[in-house]
């Protein structure tokens, strides 16, 4: 039987929601600039000549970026994979840091998942209600912190199916 765990709806909602007001607020810091220089019509004006220099550029580029990170989120809304678990093993969701590319992989809807068969891992608990800690049998342990995001009762459920897993396997 196999179970999936996705990001909480209403993170993916307020995430979607940030980056689109992050997009909007240096688009609009750009307007406010030009707006205490002069009258409406000629910040317009002046709005326009600042998007061909390349401060402008960089500022559109980064207003683009963060408009486009928003909606995409928005759009995939409940459908964030983080855990799955299935006769097999547990599947997680990690993210790398460093990686620009990292970056976007935070909302793939059907991202590449890590993978340990239940008879490899010693033991596993959830710390302060927050933490899921894994540990394999050769004293690794994975780095699980997105699972943080996950809702409290699906991190509790994970831990007890990995645990009644363990035990029969």
Do not use: C
């Not at 909480?8 to 980056?19: D, R």
């Not at 019509?41 to 408009?67: C, D």
């Not at 909302?107 to 608990?125: A, R």
């Amino acid at each position: 039987m196999e179970k999936k765990y996705y990001l909480p709806t209403w993170q993916s909602i307020a995430i979607g929601v940030l980056f689109i007001l992050l997009g909007l607020s240096l688009s609009l810091s750009l307007l406010m600039m030009e707006l205490f220089e002069g009258s409406f019509w000629s910040m317009l004006e002046s709005y326009f000549e600042i998007i061909i220099t390349p401060i402008g550029i960089f500022f559109g580029m980064q207003t683009l970026i963060f408009l486009i990170l928003g909606l995409l989120t928005l759009k995939s809304t409940g459908r964030i994979l983080r855990v799955k678990l299935d006769s097999e093993g547990f599947y997680f969701k990690t993210i790398k840091s460093g990686d620009i590319k990292n970056f976007f992989q935070f909302i793939e809807k059907n991202p590449k998942l890590e993978f340990i068969p239940y008879k490899n891992i010693k033991h596993v608990e959830l710390i302060n209600q927050k933490e899921i800690h894994l540990i394999t049998k050769s004293n690794e342990s994975p780095d699980l912190r997105n699972l943080k995001m996950l809702r409290l009762s699906d991190k509790e459920t994970i831990v007890r199916e990995i645990q009644e897993r363990i035990q029969t396997a």
